[in-house]
């Protein structure tokens, strides 16, 4: 079974910068793709940036320039490094994976969420 484990959340002002870790564990065989996704109060969830096979990334327009994602293969754990924040970045942030597992194929997994509130 693949885990998720997220951290890095918090306050920030406007114009600040947090950086979110993800770490995953588990029997994984390799990563397809690692990414976050974010949720506002009232608003669907929406993909803010991935990484895909651990090379080519994909970003959400509204970050695109402010939010840069990583990943260190050696620890199974991505970054989602988030400089210049704005008011409309305050979500729920949520890491999400598809890892092959080996006989049992793909898996797909998402992490608890954490709260990133930006705010004066």
């Known amino acids: 079974q693949v885990q998720l484990v997220e951290s890095g959340g918090g306050l920030v002002q406007p114009g600040g910068s947090l950086r979110l870790s993800c770490a995953a564990s588990?029997?994984?065989?390799?990563?397809?793709?690692m990414g976050w996704y974010r949720q506002a109060p009232g608003k669907e969830r929406e993909l803010v940036a991935a990484?895909?096979?651990?090379?080519?990334?994909n970003y959400a327009d509204s970050v695109k320039g402010r939010f840069t994602i990583s990943r260190d293969n050696a620890k199974n754990t991505v970054y989602l490094q988030m400089n210049s924040l704005k008011p409309e970045d305050t979500a729920v942030y949520y890491c999400?994976?598809?890892?092959?597992?080996?006989?049992?194929?793909?898996?797909?997994?998402w992490g608890q969420g954490t709260l990133v509130t930006v705010s004066s």
């Open positions: 990484i895909i096979s651990g090379a080519s990334t």
């Open positions: 999400h994976g598809n890892f092959y597992v080996g006989s049992s194929g793909y898996v797909e997994v």
């Open positions: 588990g029997r994984i065989f390799s990563i397809n793709v």
